[in-house]
């Protein structure tokens, strides 16, 4: 991590790997899937059931303020980094069931098609 990541608090995202989810799962009743991906990114393809609130436009704070801050928040990018800066906002803002699905897009796209 480097001195702005520090700064930002992204070293403290919670990642999570694709073989961790089924135990997180079991433990809560309601799960977001948070795709903070551009909106042209998300039309190319998201996780099932994901919602999209793109990380880097304005409102960014306000429109995560309306999420359900009981639920397992799981959030996702392309590559890892935009979302685990997500996750550090929502920790920073109250969020507590909040993690950083660790490869991005293309890693849990591949890992949930496999568990079906």
């Known amino acids: 991590m480097g001195f702005l990541?520090?700064?930002?608090?992204?070293?403290?995202?919670?990642?999570?790997?694709?073989?961790?989810?089924?135990?997180l799962l079991a433990?809560?009743?309601r799960v977001i899937?948070?795709?903070?991906?551009t909106s042209a990114e998300h039309a190319q393809g998201h996780l099932p059931k994901s919602q999209l609130i793109d990380f880097m436009a304005p409102g960014f704070a306000q429109q995560i303020d309306q999420l359900d801050r009981e639920a397992l928040i799981l959030v996702y990018c392309r590559?890892?980094?935009?979302?685990a800066a997500a996750v550090s906002v929502l920790k920073a803002n109250g969020f507590e069931h909040v993690y950083n699905l660790t490869g991005g897009y293309a890693t849990w796209k591949a890992a949930l098609?496999?568990?079906?």
Do not use: C, I, Y
Not at 5 to 23: H, M, V
């Open 5 to 23: 990541s520090a700064l930002l608090g992204l070293n403290r995202a919670s990642n999570l790997r694709p073989d961790q989810l089924p135990a």
């Open 79 to 83: 590559s890892g980094n935009r979302s």
């Open 113 to 116: 098609k496999s568990r079906t």
């Open 27 to 29: 433990q809560h009743e």
């Open 33 to 37: 899937w948070l795709d903070v991906r």
